[in-house]
């Protein structure tokens, strides 16, 4: 695991050069212009100053190694063995290398460069190679340092998989591969331990998962919880000025499609570190006093989206925009040329191909993803164009784009699709999107997007989500991306299956103009304590499309806990502890009601009484708090099990928004 | 939603707990017990801070009811503080209102 040195010892770095040789990746990172380059330049000197290690200077501004770079590197290092040579002077501290370029122009053109030139020219087109000879450059002639400024992933990976003892590399960098690559960190933008923990135990609470301070978690699995991924997520919701609640129903999907329920011990640091291109201040706010809206204004004065996207790339991570657009400091745009060059209606399908190709090389990394319907699409579709081995642990973009013949459906979004980093774990396929022209209105359909898809990919038997309308008798289930099998799931749910397209024209046709929108969801939970808080997750985005007010969702809320409750305590139909079927719960929600039905498969049970191996003092409350909190309850009980049915309304825009629909379209909407 | 934690701060025979997190079964009983150690260390006023408590469920509340007992037969004074509108209604509901003095945040 790394250790993160903090800023009060960064200055010390070329002390701790002295005291002994750090072989491996130490890494400088920290938000632009807070001083990683200077740190690195100090370094540079100090480490001329000493003749034991032969030391190189390599600015790459996240761009990826430039043609001649081995050239110089080696220029750069030949001159240091040739300063060793020279008998010790009185003025060694201060005396350095001629490293002028015109000096280091000669040095290229001796004969006795040319066998280093030769070794690195050979693998420089690729990283992996350039630092491998770099390293048998370091085995054959002592201890190389190598110092790069704006690192890439690229360059990160292979230093970090190297284990040649005379080879040390330190990097600036201010994406977070540096911290997950390197074996020493120096935070630029160091958070104290108390605001790093606000700023988890904060945005833990708004994610509703658990933040776990003491128990320290593996580095791997922070890997896959990029806290990294969420904070720029909200970086950029912040910027779009998109309302707290539509980011945190994003973020706490993707954290569900993490399937994770802790974040780490490392959390703290690394978050407070990202949140550097910050006002340290708002974010606070936000987190921890959750004064959202008046901290993103203050945001929005203060951080840029180019500095958010520059972070987001220098992570690694992809962004697709319209034609045109370029961020002003974009790393790795090289890579980016081909859609740059597209034409704005041909974005969309780039970006997608773009980011089914990412998924395919996680896929082929590892086997494992965390969205079911991609790996299934990609298993279908891409299997054979894109077998294992064309991928190594790492990623290169390009490659991978040209290899990727499958569309995904964009939508109207741009969808901006990253990899959080080599070797891609579950789960680190990092979703994100960033709106560009019209940031709030694309942000909140990006938002929505994003929700369906985790939805979809929820860690249980059957779930989905879906907008679905009513028509006379007719139930559509209207889904962006239907799955095979989907059709199927449709029916057996009476329902007909829709693409959008097909959707609004129908809604188009209807001469009410009345949008019935309803969303729903199934989920199967073991009867085991706390999954009654899956449903809740899920009740909530709900609630929120359906624009539920705080009281009433509160209320339906409690009234699920308490159903799901009973539920898990009488399907045990042994009466036992252990777990037997699953409890099946239907959420259904549209503009002015949510509908709520929690199954159990066990014996039936009488209404208001204890459940087995339950005293009657600890329960028999919660059929009060539902019959209390909802408008209407239906339990039915029969041989396969108990059933109970709650409705909750709420106004909705000055009105019940089911009161004025047909009867038969209310009798439709029934679960 | 996490699970409940719980900080107890202890001043001249007087405590106060503070909840954070989901108030279920297993809450439920920590808080029973720490509640029932208070008691059994000579403390005379409880105060039970629900300031940062997501979610109480049922369960939950079923375990409160024996905090209340417990604070009945040591003689100790109980109140509930800071308690959000929505867990404020649950007590209502069951009764716990009308046994303990409940405070709005």
Request: hydrophobic letters at 45%; a negative charge; proline letters at 6%.
């Amino acid at each position: 695991m790394a250790a993160i040195l903090p800023r009060r010892q960064a200055a010390r770095l070329g002390e701790l050069f002295g005291k002994r040789f750090l072989p491996g990746l130490v890494a400088i990172e920290g938000a632009p212009r807070r001083g990683k380059t200077d740190l690195l330049l100090q370094l540079h000197g100090a480490l001329l100053g000493r003749r034991e290690v032969a030391t190189a200077i390599l600015r790459l501004g996240y761009q990826p190694l430039p043609a001649g770079a081995a050239a110089e590197v080696a220029a750069q290092l030949l001159a240091c063995l040739e300063w060793r040579r020279l008998p010790p002077g009185p003025n060694d501290s201060t005396a350095k290398p001629v490293l002028s370029r015109a000096s280091m122009a000669r040095l290229a053109e001796r004969e006795d460069l040319a066998a280093w030139k030769e070794l690195l020219d050979a693998a420089a087109s690729d990283s992996y190679g350039f630092f491998a000879a770099l390293g048998r450059l370091a085995a054959e002639i002592g201890p190389v340092c190598l110092l790069v400024d704006d690192a890439t992933d690229e360059v990160l990976a292979p230093v970090a998989r190297s284990s040649v003892p005379e080879l040390a590399v330190v990097a600036t960098a201010s994406g977070p591969a540096a911290s997950r690559w390197a074996r020493q960190v120096v935070a630029i933008e160091e958070f104290t331990a108390r605001e790093g923990t606000l700023l988890a135990e904060g945005l833990a609470r708004h994610l509703g998962v658990e933040f776990c301070g003491e128990a320290a978690r593996p580095f791997s699995a922070y890997c896959a919880a990029d806290p990294f991924v969420l904070s720029s997520v909200v970086h950029a919701a912040a910027l779009a000025g998109t309302p707290l609640d539509s980011t945190l129903a994003f973020v706490r999907a993707y954290v569900a499609d993490l399937r994770r329920g802790t974040l780490g011990a490392y959390f703290p640091a690394v978050l407070g570190a990202r949140l550097g291109s910050l006002e340290r201040r708002c974010a606070l706010e936000w987190l921890a006093d959750e004064r959202y809206p008046t901290a993103a204004e203050k945001w929005r004065g203060r951080v840029s989206l180019d500095d958010v996207l520059a972070n987001l790339a220098g992570a690694g991570l992809a962004v697709a925009g319209p034609a045109g657009w370029m961020p002003r400091r974009w790393p790795a745009a090289r890579d980016w040329a081909a859609l740059q060059l597209a034409r704005p209606e041909t974005i969309e399908s780039e970006a997608a191909r773009l980011a089914t190709a990412v998924l395919a090389a996680a896929h082929a990394a590892d086997g494992e993803l965390a969205r079911e319907p991609l790996r299934r699409r990609i298993a279908g579709g891409l299997a054979e164009a894109v077998p294992a081995a064309t991928f190594p642990s790492r990623l290169r973009f390009r490659e991978v784009c040209e290899v990727a013949g499958e569309p995904l459906p964009g939508g109207e979004l741009f969808l901006c699709y990253g990899f959080t980093g080599a070797p891609p774990a579950a789960g680190s396929a990092a979703l994100l999107a960033v709106a560009v022209a019209d940031p709030e209105a694309r942000l909140g359909s990006v938002l929505e997007e994003m929700e369906n898809r985790v939805r979809q990919a929820m860690p249980f038997s059957e779930s989905r989500t879906t907008s679905a309308g009513t028509a006379g008798v007719e139930k559509w289930v209207v889904m962006r991306q239907p799955e095979p099998g989907d059709a199927e799931w449709a029916a057996g749910h009476d329902a007909q299956l829709l693409d959008f397209e097909r959707f609004n024209q129908l809604i188009a046709a209807r001469s009410d103009g009345c949008v019935a929108a309803r969303w729903e969801t199934v989920l199967r939970l073991p009867p085991e304590a706390d999954f009654e808080l899956a449903a809740v997750r899920a009740l909530d985005l709900l609630a929120e499309r359906a624009g539920c007010d705080a009281q009433a969702a509160s209320q339906a809320r409690a009234a699920l806990v308490e159903a799901c409750l009973n539920a898990f305590e009488h399907g045990r139909t042994d009466g036992s502890q252990s777990s037997s079927a699953s409890v099946e719960v239907r959420l259904a929600a549209w503009p002015g009601c949510i509908e709520m039905a929690v199954s159990n498969p066990g014996a039936p049970f009488a209404p208001g009484g204890a459940g087995p191996g339950q005293s009657s003092l600890h329960r028999g409350h919660g059929l009060k708090i539902i019959h209390a909190v909802m408008d209407q309850v239906i339990v039915s009980s029969d041989l396969n099990g108990t059933t109970i049915r709650m409705t909750k309304k709420f106004p909705y825009g000055g009105e019940n928004r089911t009161a004025g629909l047909p009867e038969h379209e209310q009798a439709a909407s029934g679960i | 939603m996490n699970k409940l934690r719980l900080e107890s701060r202890v001043r001249n025979g007087s405590a106060v707990v503070y909840l954070d997190g989901y108030l279920n079964e297993s809450g439920g009983e920590l808080l029973e017990q720490e509640c029932r150690s208070l008691l059994s260390r000579g403390c005379r006023a409880l105060e039970l801070d629900f300031g940062r408590a997501s979610m109480v469920n049922s369960i939950g509340i079923s375990y409160l009811l024996d905090v209340i007992e417990n604070a009945r037969q040591g003689e100790a004074r109980l109140e509930f503080v800071s308690v959000p509108e929505d867990i404020r209604l649950l007590f209502e509901l069951l009764g716990i209102a009308g046994r303990v003095p409940v405070r709005k945040p």
